[in-house]
Structures are given as structure tokens and as C-alpha cells.
């Protein structure tokens, strides 16, 4: 599954951006779709998930802020970001979980930039 991230760049607190991730390849065995993101030591968080049946989850500093949501007939997921703070400045990746063959897999993409300006 190759995953390409488009949508980041630099706003304003309190703006809106939206970010997707178009998914090509095995997209069949796609069973949910995430965004994490970098933290200042390089760790990476997840941000939100949606499940292929539409369960969603959310990490609690975005909460109420950001909606997850996948367009299957496109292989599109989206992360709408709604009152961005300067502390959701950083890298966000999109993230496909698999299952195929017995093996469940998470195929990364190469990342995008989000940043927030106060």
C-alpha cells in the first residue's frame, strides 16, 4: 500500500486546514486508517483513527477540534483540523493498518507539514 499525504502548510491559531491521504495499491486489505503525528522528542502519537465499519478515535488534545473521515470509493481518508493551536505544529503521517495473509501490517506515508503560527 503506497500512502501520499496532501493538505499541510501554514496557518494562522484558531484556522482550519484539512489534510488527506490517498492510499494506491493493496488498498483491499486495508482495515483501518490513522494519522499520528511527530512530538518534540521525535516520538510519534496517534492522532486519529477510523475503522473500516466508521468507529472512530481520538486522541484527547484534539478532541471536539479534529474529524477523521474516509472516502472508500476514492481509497481517501481525511483529517479535518478545526481550531489549530501553535502546539499542533509539526509532521503528520498517514497510516493504513492491513491484514493479509494472516499478517497485519502498517504502511506509513512520508509525512506532511502543518504549521501554526500565534
Known amino acids: 500500500v503506497h500512502l501520499v499525504e496532501s493538505g499541510g502548510g501554514l496557518v494562522q491559531a484558531g484556522d482550519s486546514l484539512r489534510l488527506s491521504c490517498a492510499a494506491s495499491?493493496?488498498?483491499?486489505?486495508?482495515?483501518?486508517m490513522q494519522w499520528h503525528r511527530q512530538t518534540p522528542d521525535k516520538r510519534r502519537e496517534l492522532v486519529a483513527s477510523i475503522t473500516n465499519g466508521g468507529v472512530t478515535d481520538y486522541a484527547n488534545s484534539v478532541k471536539g477540534r479534529f474529524t477523521i473521515s474516509r472516502d472508500a470509493a476514492v481509497d481517501t481518508s481525511y483529517l479535518q483540523m478545526d481550531n489549530l493551536k501553535s502546539e499542533d505544529t509539526t509532521i503528520y503521517y498517514c497510516?493504513?493498518?492491513?491484514?493479509?495473509?494472516?499478517?497485519?501490517?502498517?504502511?506509513w506515508g512520508q509525512g506532511i507539514q502543518v504549521t501554526v503560527s500565534s
Open positions: 495499491g493493496a488498498t483491499f486489505s486495508i482495515t483501518s
Open positions: 497510516v493504513a493498518q492491513t491484514f493479509r495473509g494472516g499478517y497485519s501490517v502498517d504502511w
